[in-house]
């Protein structure tokens, strides 16, 4: 039985075949979530498939169906994401304190 005061998001990680910086994000949503969410891997294959899921860039974090590092000027497609840091420094994923942000802003902490 589920506890009634927890809530559940679904996480999910889309990547293209091989990107080096997926198993990074997904670690680091786990670690953040430590339990209170499962997190998912999605390998996505081609463009229309990328733009049918909104895939901002590999690897591009789903939650709930929602990227929430996703620009307005970021077209959905399969090439290699970057991200900026706290500091304005490029990394191939969200820092755990972004991602922290995000998903406890997001609901997976439980009250």
Not at 43 to 71: C, K, Q
Not at 73 to 87: F, N, T, V, W
């Amino acid at each position: 039985m589920a506890d009634r005061g927890a809530v559940v998001m679904r996480l999910v990680v889309l990547h293209v075949p091989g990107c080096p910086n997926a198993p990074t994000l997904a670690a680091r949503v786990a670690e953040v979530v430590a339990g209170r969410a499962r997190v998912e891997q999605r390998v996505v294959h081609d463009d229309r498939e990328a733009a049918d899921l909104d895939m901002h860039g590999s690897p591009t974090l789903l939650v709930d169906g929602i990227d929430p590092f996703a620009r307005a000027d970021q077209p959905p497609g399969l090439s290699c994401r970057l991200y900026r840091d706290e500091a304005g420094a490029l990394a191939g994923a969200p820092s755990l304190a972004q991602l922290r942000e995000v998903l406890v802003a997001g609901g997976t902490r439980e009250e």
